[in-house]
């Protein structure tokens, strides 16, 4: 029978240890449960934190003569070409170097020629796959050798010497990209030091890395597009020097007009 009356009989010892035992866990849990919340509030202070930290909320600089109607393109050659190839690359892509490898003599010369432009996309995806910061700090440092009108011969010389593997971010020491633009004539100046140390065109390089991140056609680098295809998805031609060259040429040869079976001869 339930009774609402106090008991006023003394407690047995055992009785004294379970209710001591049951007031220590309660104790416990109380302090485990703030414990905990005092934890989480921390951990979440220092993701806010560090995301503010990972923002940069500066201003958009584009390098000097940046095309495109965003403004994120590089592009090397003459504007009017007749042959324009659209180059998807990051710096710590391996296929990348392969690729300027195997095609930059032949680039150049097409483009020496008058015959092929070259619009680059600056991309810097693999620091998210192999965390570092090399995709980004080298597109920055090709934004700035943009800057002093030496893209072409810094780009070059980056992919001559690109990290050893896709997980290893060689770029993602400064002082390497620095000590590269020695090696072009003109280009390690003070300005460009402080561009690469700056960061000075990060936002812009952010800024084309979600345009990629919205598109749906390039799903990878390098990437190659000619005409709307690109040359190295293509299942009957590898793409070769000897390749590149055949399809540029193609653009920058006039078609024959069609002969005049019959016409008379033109009369002097």
Not at 29 to 43: E, H, S
Not at 197 to 214: L, M, N, P
Request: a positive charge.
């Amino acid at each position: 029978m339930s009774t609402r009356t106090a008991r006023t009989s003394p407690l047995t010892a055992r009785e004294r240890r379970d209710a001591a035992l049951k007031t220590r866990r309660r104790r416990h849990g109380i302090l485990t449960v703030g414990v905990l919340a005092v934890v989480a509030f921390m951990i979440t202070v220092a993701i806010v934190v560090q995301s503010k930290r990972a923002a940069d909320e500066r201003p958009l600089v584009a390098p000097a003569g940046a095309t495109g109607e965003e403004k994120l393109l590089v592009t090397v050659g003459r504007a009017d070409a007749p042959a324009v190839l659209t180059v998807y690359e990051d710096p710590r892509c391996p296929g990348c170097a392969h690729i300027e490898r195997l095609l930059h003599d032949t680039i150049n010369r097409l483009q020496d020629e008058g015959k092929l432009r070259v619009d680059y996309h600056l991309l810097s995806f693999v620091d998210r796959i192999a965390p570092g910061r090399g995709s980004k700090y080298a597109a920055n440092a090709l934004a700035a050798a943009q800057d002093a009108g030496k893209f072409r011969e810094y780009h070059d010389v980056l992919y001559a010497h690109p990290p050893k593997a896709e997980n290893v971010d060689t770029y993602g020491d400064k002082k390497v990209l620095l000590d590269l633009a020695r090696k072009v004539p003109g280009l390690s100046t003070a300005s460009f030091t402080a561009a690469v140390k700056d960061g000075t065109h990060d936002t812009w390089i952010a800024a084309i890395q979600k345009a990629f991140d919205r598109q749906t056609l390039i799903q990878g680098t390098p990437a190659l597009v000619f005409k709307g295809r690109d040359l190295l998805k293509d299942p009957e031609h590898a793409l070769t020097p000897e390749r590149l060259t055949e399809l540029v040429d193609n653009e920058a040869t006039p078609p024959q007009a069609p002969s005049r079976a019959g016409a008379a001869p033109d009369e002097g």
